[in-house]
């Protein structure tokens, strides 16, 4: 996802964005385990929150954002 990010590929981040979340459809790990993952997905979902920060300043407006998503 950062790989798409940093060329500036937001529809293939986005793509692996959401499978990240998908990994969270689970219910296979512990407690613990679920809890670490669930850090580490939402951890690079930062990077995702933090372009689409970026782009906002750029001058795209959050319903062109909205509409890429």
């Keep these: 996802m950062q790989r798409a990010l940093d060329s500036g590929n937001l529809k293939e981040a986005v793509k692996h964005a959401t499978s990240l979340i998908s990994e969270l459809r689970t219910s296979l790990l512990s407690p613990k385990h679920y809890y670490e993952l669930y850090m580490t997905v939402f ?4 990077y ?3 372009f689409f920060m970026e782009e906002y300043r750029k001058g795209k407006s959050m319903a062109e954002l909205y509409e890429t998503v």
């Design 43 to 46: 951890d690079e979902l930062r």
């Design 48 to 50: 995702l929150e933090l």
